[in-house]
């Protein structure tokens, strides 16, 4: 029998001793490293009847939450996701589409029934990142730690951990970094601003979102972002050293702090024909530049190539706006560029950006159709700079800052930048008459009428509101 088994192992080009080995996963200690830092999310959101949606489903909440006058309480809707630690204090990081709209945040570690409530130290929808922290509560935390993302490679290794599904907790899946550099997604109907996605083939599934993605040796790569509902084995992760970037900023600040220039800008592989010395110019073009804003008290202009910021070559557009986020306000950064195919540099002082939900929230309060409205004349940063932005000259009137998508607004074209006129007759010379008119059609389910003015053009556009009024 012995004679027989060594010759098979011979045969197989198997050592005897190492027969026992080849059955043992190198996934095994990933597991073991990864898995105890993990975290099942589970956030609470107080819902109304408006945040419900198709008739159905209204009928329903009616009768199981009503209230005095009939139309549905209030009642917790929950929901689910993943997160990971990443010290020993407890800080804890996710999604931020994970805890948006929370009121209340709650962690679980896997196999247990135990659960601590979080506090969100800050978010960053531009990343899709969010930190939370727990009170340990003299438990000695597993943490785990950050690889360096500008090293991986297509084809090493990833180890996607998480909870998919919400209840299939501490699960691990594996597979290889399909590509980097992804851009271009939206994520649970919203589009971070900075995207540099890592892909993987990695089984990732709802539920998983804020979990890490790990590579052998157990340490951060990715943060597990989203999922693409098209296409089977595919998943995307925000890569390591941005999210240690953010999630410093967030420890440290609250809120990241980004630079800002006040420019447009396109890929040069959108501009055929240029070349420096009989090589194809590579850079971001300056489309606009926006009045008063920092690039153009630098002087730059409309037509420019920038190819070098803060002592990076630029490549690309994209590539360009991480750097200009980098860049620390109030400081002077060097920028090289091309004007009229001679290279030129100038210096500029970024101001900080103020971040587009920052607006969206200060006027939610101002949420109908879908559409988020601000004074043209209340110092709103994001209606000045879709002002300068767009050639925008009314002085009467309500802006469009944002447009939810899949809304009364979105359906009838309305979109940011637009000003708003009139509405079905009632003119609107400023927020307040904008209110007024909201709070009176606010039950309307008939056509409304808007007259926009999109830059110097006036259109009626017909918004029809949903059924029964209600915002889905």
């Known amino acids: 029998m012995l004679c027989a088994f060594l010759f098979l192992s011979v045969l197989l080009g198997t050592p005897p001793q190492a027969s026992a080995e080849i059955q043992e996963s190198p996934f095994i200690a990933v597991g073991h490293t990864a898995r105890p830092a993990v975290v099942n999310i589970r956030t609470i959101r107080s819902m109304t009847e408006e945040g419900i949606g198709t008739s159905p489903l209204q009928d329903m909440f009616r009768q199981f939450f009503p209230d005095e006058e009939g139309k549905g309480g209030r009642f917790e809707m929950p929901s689910t996701g993943s997160g990971f630690v990443v010290s020993a204090s407890g800080d804890i990081l996710t999604n931020h589409h994970v805890i948006a709209d929370a009121d209340a945040i709650f962690v679980r570690f896997s196999g247990e029934r135990r659960e601590y409530?979080?506090?969100?130290?800050?978010?960053?929808?531009?990343t899709d990142l969010a930190?939370?922290?727990i009170d340990p509560l003299g438990r000695d935390l597993s943490v785990l730690e950050f690889a360096d993302s500008d090293k991986l490679e297509?084809?090493?290794?990833?180890?996607a951990v998480g909870n998919p599904f919400g209840?299939?907790?501490?699960?691990?899946?594996?597979?290889?970094?399909?590509?980097k550099g992804r851009s271009d997604l939206v994520i649970g109907g919203l589009t971070p601003r900075y995207q540099d996605f890592i892909?993987?083939?990695?089984?990732?599934?709802?539920?998983n979102s804020g979990g890490p993605l790990v590579n052998v040796r157990g340490q951060i790569i990715g943060v597990n972002t989203a999922v693409n509902q098209q296409g089977q084995g595919i998943g995307f992760a925000v890569p390591s050293n941005m999210v240690q970037r953010i999630y410093h900023q967030?420890?440290?600040?609250?809120?990241?702090?980004?630079?800002?220039l006040g420019i447009r800008t396109e890929d040069m592989a959108a501009v055929m024909g240029q070349e420096i010395d009989g090589q194809p110019l590579v850079g971001a073009r300056v489309i606009s530049v926006i009045t008063d804003g920092p690039a153009a008290e630098s002087g730059l202009l409309a037509g420019d190539v920038i190819v070098s910021f803060d002592g990076h070559e630029v490549d690309s557009r994209n590539g360009l706006q991480f750097l200009i986020a980098a860049a620390e306000p109030g400081n002077k950064v060097d920028c090289g560029f091309y004007r009229d195919g001679a290279p030129q540099s100038t210096q500029i002082r970024p101001v900080e950006w103020i971040n587009e939900q920052d607006s969206k929230a200060d006027s939610a309060a101002n949420n109908w159709l879908g559409i988020f409205a601000a004074d043209l004349s209340a110092g709103n940063p994001k209606v000045a700079r879709l002002k300068d932005m767009l050639g925008i000259s009314?002085?009467?009137?309500?802006?469009?800052?944002?447009v939810e998508d899949n809304q009364p607004a979105t359906d009838a074209g309305i979109s940011p930048g637009d000003v708003i006129v009139s509405i079905d007759g009632h003119e609107i010379s400023g927020l307040p008459d904008y209110e007024e008119a909201r709070n009176l059609m606010v039950t309307r389910t008939d056509p409304l009428t808007f007259l926009v003015r999109t830059g110097e053009t006036e259109n009626y556009v017909t918004v029809v509101p949903r059924q029964g009024g209600i915002e889905n």
């Open 154 to 159: 297509v084809g090493a290794w990833a180890v």
């Open 131 to 133: 930190l939370i922290q």
């Open 117 to 126: 409530q979080a506090t969100l130290r800050g978010d960053d929808p531009s």
């Open 167 to 179: 209840n299939l907790e501490s699960s691990l899946t594996v597979g290889v970094v399909s590509a």
């Open 394 to 402: 009314a002085t009467t009137g309500v802006m469009v800052v944002a």
């Open 199 to 207: 892909q993987t083939d990695a089984s990732i599934n709802f539920g």
């Open 250 to 260: 967030l420890r440290d600040n609250g809120r990241v702090i980004r630079g800002y």
